[in-house]
């Protein structure tokens, strides 16, 4: 979809440079993209799907026996592709957050390994031989791993975390984000890219949220209602907006959804705001709590 480009010259762009110098003296970071989820499945894993296609095709004209290899190889590389492009959302998602858990299913791995079965099969189709298969099937797993990488293999930032509340706060974050995708998805229908950049704004604070939360799994209590009851309203209120946006183009709903949009990122920074002072507060106690620990045992500390 083409997205219009934002400039001085360009339509609202006196609003956004004012926008843009009021985050400058408030200390605030601008940007609507902060925090944005980007799709990491690029040019390179769509092309994976490509071989497969040619292979099947190719062995159209190669007898019962070819075309029944060339169908095997080519549905392994096309099983490939798909865990491989699902196996790059999955690392992205570990790598976006501080706390987190490696992928039950090794993705990628095994697409590294669908790949090179494939790759044995349409060389033994080719020249039948074990050698040869064997020998293809290694390279095309190997070149692919270089290509793509391995999946994490080692939880991060879990040391001293109790797995039960960090499993609950998975699970609330991650029925949070479906929430924000069925938001983002909602807000495409609309066709309005001011309206989808307002939209993904909203989306980078909620994450805000999400990440202070899965660093400190005690604070999901107290923020559950806005993960949930919140987000929920924000999506049916999204999904109803777009329903009669792109209808009627109604101007007085695109101003109360705006409106609506944002109270919403006021409260939810205001609510994460909260929490991390909160969290320094604790701490704030548990460093005088261990201080006075230590003067009782005869430990002088200094305090500058």
Same mark, same amino acid.
């Given at each position: 979809?083409?997205q219009?480009?934002g @400039?001085k010259?360009?339509?609202n762009g /006196?609003?956004? #440079?004012a926008?843009?110098a009021s985050d400058?003296?408030?200390?605030?970071?601008?940007g609507s993209f902060r925090n944005?989820k980007?799709d990491?499945?690029g040019?390179?894993?769509?092309?994976?799907?490509?071989?497969g296609?040619v292979?099947?095709?190719?062995?159209?004209? =190669? &007898?019962a026996?070819?075309?029944?290899?060339g169908?095997?190889a080519?549905?392994?590389?096309?099983? &490939?592709?798909?865990?491989?492009?699902?196996g790059l959302?999955?690392e992205t998602a570990?790598?976006a957050?501080?706390v987190?858990r490696k992928?039950?299913?090794?993705?990628k791995?095994l697409? +590294?390994?669908?790949t090179?079965? @494939?790759?044995?099969?349409?060389?033994?189709?080719a020249?039948? @031989?074990?050698?040869?298969a064997?020998? *293809?099937?290694?390279?095309?797993?190997g070149?692919?791993?270089?290509a793509? /990488?391995?999946d994490p293999?080692?939880?991060k930032?879990v040391?001293?975390v109790?797995?039960f509340?960090?499993?609950?706060v998975?699970?609330a974050?991650?029925?949070a984000?479906a *929430?924000?995708?069925a938001?983002r998805?909602?807000a495409?229908r609309? #066709?309005?890219r =001011?309206?989808e950049?307002?939209?993904?704004?909203f989306q980078?604070?909620a994450r805000?949220?999400f990440?202070?939360i899965e660093e400190d799994p005690?604070d999901l209590?107290?923020a559950?209602?806005?993960?949930?009851? *919140?987000l #929920?309203?924000?999506?049916d209120a999204?999904?109803?907006?777009?329903d009669i946006? +792109?209808? +009627?183009r109604?101007?007085?709903?695109?101003?109360d959804y705006?409106?609506?949009?944002?109270?919403?990122?006021?409260?939810?920074?205001?609510r994460?705001?909260k929490?991390?002072l909160? =969290?320094r507060?604790d701490l704030?106690?548990?460093?005088d709590?261990?201080?006075e620990?230590?003067?009782?045992? &005869?430990v002088?500390?200094?305090?500058n």
């Amino acid at each position: 979809m083409a997205q219009r480009y934002g @400039g001085k010259f360009s339509p609202n762009g /006196g609003a956004d #440079q004012a926008s843009a110098a009021s985050d400058i003296e408030t200390g605030k970071k601008s940007g609507s993209f902060r925090n944005a989820k980007v799709d990491p499945v690029g040019a390179r894993a769509n092309t994976m799907f490509v071989p497969g296609g040619v292979l099947l095709i190719m062995s159209l004209n =190669d &007898g019962a026996t070819g075309l029944a290899l060339g169908g095997i190889a080519a549905a392994l590389w096309t099983g &490939g592709a798909v865990l491989l492009r699902e196996g790059l959302r999955a690392e992205t998602a570990f790598a976006a957050r501080k706390v987190a858990r490696k992928p039950v299913f090794p993705r990628k791995i095994l697409a +590294s390994i669908l790949t090179g079965a @494939g790759a044995a099969l349409a060389a033994w189709k080719a020249e039948p @031989g074990i050698m040869i298969a064997a020998i *293809y099937g290694v390279a095309a797993t190997g070149l692919h791993l270089a290509a793509f /990488g391995i999946d994490p293999l080692q939880d991060k930032g879990v040391e001293g975390v109790d797995d039960f509340q960090q499993s609950r706060v998975a699970r609330a974050v991650d029925e949070a984000e479906a *929430y924000l995708d069925a938001m983002r998805d909602a807000a495409l229908r609309a #066709q309005d890219r =001011d309206l989808e950049a307002r939209v993904e704004r909203f989306q980078s604070v909620a994450r805000e949220m999400f990440r202070t939360i899965e660093e400190d799994p005690r604070d999901l209590t107290g923020a559950r209602k806005y993960l949930t009851v *919140y987000l #929920q309203g924000a999506r049916d209120a999204t999904v109803k907006f777009a329903d009669i946006f +792109s209808r +009627s183009r109604d101007t007085q709903a695109r101003k109360d959804y705006l409106a609506l949009l944002e109270d919403l990122e006021k409260n939810f920074a205001a609510r994460t705001k909260k929490m991390l002072l909160e =969290d320094r507060s604790d701490l704030t106690i548990e460093i005088d709590v261990l201080r006075e620990r230590l003067q009782r045992e &005869g430990v002088q500390l200094d305090r500058n």
